[in-house]
T-cell receptor, first 116, second 109 residues
Framework: DAGVIQSPRHEVTEMGQEVTLRCKLISGHNSLFWYRQTMMRGLELLIYFNNNVPIDDSGMPEDRFSAKMPNASFSTLKIQPSEPRDSAVYFC??????????????FGAGSRLTVL | GQQVMQIPQYQHVQEGEDFTTYCNSS?????IQWYKQRPGGHPVFLIQ?????EVKKQKRLTFQFGEAKKNSSLHITATQTTDVGTYFCAGYNFNKFYFGSGTKLNVKP
């Protein structure tokens, strides 16, 4: 199993540009979580999906952020327009509701975003 | 809302010394999980505790879950430089994970 795969691993962009982060879940996992990590605020949950449906998006900072899960294995997190304060490491994590390792998070390697 | 507090924020130890980090939840948890994040890496699952009063060991690591299922601790005996990283607890309820702020462990050789 390839694990949770995120892309890009690093992105440097200018303020105002659109940023799209991508995540491929582990096969068989049905829950997907997007987290943001900064030194100041630690790990923050942005949004999570269960069976492709957004369940809780209360952590999404503002309307500039949007997330989609077009199918059971793939998700995107979009920031438009990006701002310097969006600079952070964005992690995607998935979990399964049953079987071995149920309700345990497997994180991707993260996408480090720098907005200049 | 539900919160999980974790202390200390930082811990610097000499190699061979012991280390403990503590988590406390504002509400009762279904289970608690521990994750380790190496510098520059991503959180990696270590263990899950489910039962009240549960104690689990992984080599030099001992994990405890409180009787009321609201607090937990991770104790490392005789730290090694490979233990360096940030240790997070995560309380679990209703398909949501409530992460503590993490304890950053530095081990001096």
């Amino acid at each position: 199993d390839a694990g949770v795969i995120q892309s890009p691993r690093h992105e440097v962009t200018e303020m105002g540009q659109e940023v799209t982060l991508r995540c491929k879940l582990i096969s068989g996992h049905n829950s997907l979580f997007w987290y943001r990590q900064t030194m100041m605020r630690g790990l923050e949950l942005l949004i999570y999906f269960n069976n492709n449906v957004p369940i809780d998006d209360s952590g999404m900072p503002e309307d500039r952020f949007s997330a989609k899960m077009p199918n059971a294995s793939f998700s995107t997190l979009k920031i438009q327009p990006s701002e310097p304060r969006d600079s952070a490491v964005y992690f995607c994590a998935s979990s399964s509701g049953q079987g071995t390792g149920a309700n345990v998070l497997t994180f991707g390697a993260g996408s480090r975003l720098t907005v200049l | 809302g539900q919160q999980v507090m974790q202390i200390p924020q930082y811990q610097h130890v000499q190699e061979g010394e012991d280390f403990t980090t503590y988590c406390n939840s504002s509400t009762t948890l279904s289970n608690i999980q521990w994750y380790k994040q190496r510098p520059g890496g991503h959180p990696v699952f270590l263990i899950q505790l489910v039962k009240s009063g549960e104690v689990k060991k992984q080599k030099r690591l001992t994990f405890q879950f409180g009787e009321a299922k609201k607090n937990s601790s991770l104790h490392i005996t005789a730290t090694q430089t490979t233990d360096v990283g940030t240790y997070f607890c995560a309380g679990y309820n209703f398909n949501k994970f409530y992460f503590g702020s993490g304890t950053k462990l530095n081990v001096k050789p």
